[in-house]
């Protein structure tokens, strides 16, 4: 597993994550980022154009080096980028050090999501905010079904990727007031697609 892991792997995650599908996402929570930006699983560096000058610094947060490396590579919208390699299950911030935490497509894929998101709550200032968006369990029950039946194939082979995963109860659940969100299916199977997207607040 070590050479698909490390090889193989990271070079799927970035060409998947190109889908032209994915950017108005990324424009829309990219975009309400501010001041001091914690992003979470930063992957390739696909999010980092998508910043605006309201953002006054970057932390780039991923766990996986080869991923890390393409991102030191990615073009960026001039923004100051601090890359970091480290788990979100641990973050090396102290508390309440940023503004703004943003989660792209990453909670399916953190083995420890619920402590993960207890630790971007704790290094949320008590008036930041988390943006995200994720895809995960549908409402639908033919839907939830395939998700169930798929998931452990697909984590095997998806890098750990969950599609079953309820994303507003894990936010709720790890100290948050959601603000916004909003769901739906994306173009493309319905058990990969259906998309949470919103912002919350730490309670």
């Not at 590579?73 to 788990?87: L, M, Q, T, W």
């Not at 420890?112 to 995200?132: H, I, K, N, W």
């Amino acid at each position: 597993m070590g050479i698909y892991r490390d090889v193989i792997l990271p070079k799927l995650c970035d060409r998947s994550m190109r889908n032209d599908r994915l950017h108005p996402y990324r424009r829309r929570v990219i975009g309400a980022a501010a001041g001091r930006v914690l992003e979470i699983g930063a992957g390739s560096g696909l999010n980092l154009p998508f910043y605006r000058t309201t953002v006054r610094e970057v932390l780039a947060l991923e766990p996986s080096p080869s991923l890390l490396e393409m991102a030191r590579r990615a073009p960026h919208s001039g923004v100051r980028v601090d890359f970091i390699e480290a788990s979100a299950e641990a973050i090396p911030l102290d508390d309440g050090s940023v503004d703004t935490v943003v989660t792209t497509w990453t909670l399916c894929t953190i083995p420890g999501a619920d402590a993960a998101l207890s630790e971007m709550r704790r290094v949320l200032r008590p008036e930041g905010t988390l943006l995200f968006v994720e895809h995960g369990l549908s409402p639908d029950r033919g839907v939830r079904w395939c998700q169930n039946c798929l998931t452990p194939i697909w984590r095997r082979i998806g890098g750990g990727c969950h599609l079953n995963r309820p994303i507003r109860s894990m936010i709720e659940g790890a100290g948050f007031r959601i603000d916004r969100v909003e769901t739906g299916y994306m173009a493309g199977p319905k058990p990969m697609t259906f998309m949470y997207e919103g912002s919350a607040r730490p309670r």
